[in-house]
T-cell receptor, first 114, second 111 residues
Framework: DAKTTQPTSMDCAEGRAANLPCNHS???????VYWYRQIHSQGPQYIIH???NNETNEMASLIITEDRKSSTLILPHATLRDTAVYYC???????????????FGKGTKLSVIP | NAGVTQTPKFRILKIGQSMTLQCTQD?????MYWYRQDPGMGLKLIYY???????DKGEVPNGYNVSRSTTEDFPLRLELAAPSQTSVYFC??????????FGPGTRLTVL
């Protein structure tokens, strides 16, 4: 799986959009980008994933650059409950045995400020 | 649906003791996983299962054992607890590769 690089921490004002970047310059053509988050002391929570096209769901939007070397997770109207560590994970969905493993790095600690 | 449930929530063990961390899911997922998370660190995969009767090692399997006799249950066994196993343990399950559902975690301290 390709390596990802994320900023260690970010702040965002409540009600504003939170834009969390992720670099994955070695991503290969069949690797997806996944985003999870972990609110303090809880288990991780799936947010969104994508391959090439931008994706949107009820929680967030995922913007992937045309060369797929980086992506941005957007929380359109951040609330205090969005304060969490956000993980960007790149992986091949179908690589045989063990293909469903997720490798979590250190992520970005997002602090939403009142 | 209860989702993924884990018991106990907290446990303190003495060095050399054994215990089983329980994990149950009611979503009929074939895939189940055990992760550990050390303070300030990301999650590391201990073991996973792709279906009843099938398990395999993850990144950090030493000191642990698992079994998967049913689709719903995936217990994690610690045979000889060591201080290095002090961690938060998360169980997860999934149907598709994109969305793993995690339990609330078990906080284990080995003294």
């Amino acid at each position: 799986d390709a390596k990802t690089t994320q900023p260690t921490s970010m702040d965002c004002a409540e009600g504003r959009a939170a834009n969390l970047p992720c670099n994955h310059s070695t991503i290969s053509g069949n690797e997806y980008v996944y985003w999870y988050r972990q609110i303090h002391s809880q288990g991780p929570q799936y947010i969104i994933h994508g391959l090439k096209n931008n994706e949107t769901n009820e929680m967030a939007s995922l913007i992937i650059t045309e060369d797929r070397k980086s992506s941005t997770l957007i929380l359109p109207h951040a609330t205090l409950r969005d304060t969490a560590v956000y993980y960007c994970i790149v992986r091949d969905s179908y690589s045989g045995a063990g293909s469903y493993q997720l490798t979590f790095g250190k992520g970005t600690k997002l602090s939403v400020i009142p | 649906n209860a989702g993924v449930t884990q018991t106990p929530k907290f446990r303190i063990l003495k060095i050399g003791q054994s215990m089983t961390l329980q994990c149950t899911q009611d979503m009929n997922h074939n895939y189940m996983y055990w992760y550990r998370q050390d303070p300030g660190m990301g999650l590391k995969l201990i073991y996973y299962s792709v279906g009843a009767g099938i398990t395999d090692k993850g990144e950090v399997p030493n000191g642990y054992n698992v079994s998967r006799s049913t689709t719903e249950d995936f217990p994690l066994r610690l045979e000889l607890a060591a201080p290095s196993q002090t961690s938060v343990y998360f169980c997860a399950s999934s149907y598709s590769p994109w969305e793993q559902f995690f339990g609330p975690g078990t906080r284990l301290t080995v003294l």
